[in-house]
T-cell receptor, first 115, second 113 residues
Framework: DVKVTQSSRYLVKRTGEKVFLECVQD?????MFWYRQDPGLGLRLIYF???????EKGDIPEGYSVSREKKERFSLILESASTNQTSMYLC??????????????FGSGTRLTVV | DQQVKQNSPSLSVQEGRISILNCDYT??????FLWYKKYPAEGPTFLIS?????DKNEDGRFTVFLNKSAKHLSLHIVPSQPGDSAVYFC????????????FGTGTLLAVQP
């Protein structure tokens, strides 16, 4: 079974802090994604990466950056956390050759609260 | 601009009855459609998918219908079970190498025993 592991289930950070959310997958997937889930807004794509050191902005990249130095690890960085970044953050990965109908494998999520 | 919409935030159904969850999209370039199920404090899990060349796909109790001309898809669950209570997200993709999925806002399904 493919595993996508997010390092923290719950995080509480202060406004202005730099926050790192880590995601690791164990199936050699090329594509990795970061989404946030908010009530009434569904899942919104923040950033994605289709190869090591490659990244592309999603629909809501403002206030975030990412790092992919190794294929298995994709980090989301909140440069200066703000209260409107309080959310559930979900990491996902996929293997392009699986085809678009197989979808992504998601991690369990990180519930981030910024106070 | 919400490209994938789920207009019903919640749905309540009796156990054993049919659950119908609906999804609309605006982007005519979408060719692949997926449904995910999400329990609280867990990541979404893939449920069923369909490509634009089909109008129906069935997997056990779950059937997805696609009406491309109306840009509408629906997920039917029959019979519904209490364990089906979760948030359901529809998602769409144009395909391609990165296969970027655009998700809807979700529908909370409650199956009453």
């Amino acid at each position: 079974d493919v595993k996508v592991t997010q390092s923290s289930r719950y995080l509480v950070k202060r406004t202005g802090e730099k926050v790192f959310l880590e995601c690791v997958q164990d199936m050699d997937h090329e594509n990795m994604f970061w989404y946030r889930q908010d009530p009434g807004l569904g899942l919104r794509l923040i950033y994605f990466s289709y190869d090591v050191k490659m990244k592309e902005k999603g629909d809501i990249p403002e206030g975030y950056s990412v790092s992919r130095e190794k294929k298995e690890r994709f980090s989301l960085i909140l440069e200066s956390a703000s209260t409107n970044q309080t959310s559930m953050y979900l990491c996902a990965s996929s293997f392009p050759d699986r085809g678009p109908l197989r979808g992504y494998t998601f991690g369990s999520g990180t519930r981030l609260t910024v106070v | 601009d919400q490209q994938v919409k789920q207009n019903s935030p919640s749905l309540s159904v009796q156990e054993g009855r049919i659950s119908i969850l609906n999804c609309d999209y605006t982007n005519s370039m979408f060719d692949y459609f997926l449904w995910y199920k999400k329990y609280p404090a867990e990541g979404p899990t893939f449920l069923i998918s369909i490509s634009s060349i089909k109008d129906k796909n069935e997997d056990g109790r779950f059937t997805v219908f696609l009406n491309k001309s109306a840009k509408h898809l629906s997920l039917h669950i029959v019979p519904s079970q209490p364990g089906d209570s979760a948030v359901y997200f529809c998602a769409a993709s144009e395909g391609g190498a990165t296969n970027k999925l655009i998700f809807g806002t979700g529908t909370l399904l409650a199956v009453q025993p």
